[in-house]
């Protein structure tokens, strides 16, 4: 076909409407949130067109994580991650543990998580997410699938836990980093990756992150939108709704790139590249006019 290139429809303002020069890899869309529910085709039409061609779909309790297993299924370049959410981990039990192992198991599951600690909001004590975290940890250790971790005000909880498992533990990456220099260095130390969203772009309380972006090791970093969560805050036109999408991904590695000081081409590639090695993704990305997989597979 001579031309791949898929279109913007008109739900995005054109002032919105802005293409990769390289694929992108979002490693955080929460696309089994009840707001993507009516319209995930125009949605991952619209990532097509922005040239965000991987996107891997957090799981972040039982039934959400077995809705992203499905969602991999149906759409080529998805990929999904189970985990039980430190929000959720007064869930935890022995048959919660089971179903995860068995989520694992699946071949669409490409990372043990969302997991980790939340020592901000508590919705679960910090007991409860000490043991929920512990016990994916062991999960990680035993499938061999690398984890992906979420923490907030739990930088030193958090970094003693994995220094525990480090050697036992494939890979992780600590997503939506909006913490300190020491914390991150303490992220690297233990050879962490380290996931970016629009945070950076949020005046109030993610400037911060500017002059740290560029510390990160380029093999380190990866990016995600982890929407609908987190709309940036510095786009250039109003969004009705106010639903963040993987089509805005674009925007975040403008500004990252601004501050990594790197060509944005150059920062698109390498957090693809490194995003596609971390979940050990073999398959081609979405194609430009993707159809579901099983037709795919049918025709052959
Ligand atoms: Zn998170």
Redesign the pocket.
Known sequence: MADTTEPFDDVLPEALQRRSPAPLADIGANLTHASFAHDLEPVLRRARAANVTTLIVTGTDREHAEQAVELAQRHPGLHATAGVHPHDASDWNAGLEAAMRELHRRPEVVAVG?CGLDFNRNFSTPAEQERAFEAQLGLAAECGKPLFV?ERDAGHRLREMLHAWRDDITDAVV??FTADRATLYGYLDLDLHIGLTGWICDERRGHHLRELVGEIPLNRLMVET?CPYLLPRHLPAKLKGRRHEPALLPWIVQEIAHWYDIDEAELAQATTATARAFFRLADAAMPPSARPRHSAQEEE
């Open positions: 969302e979420h997503h939506c982890d």
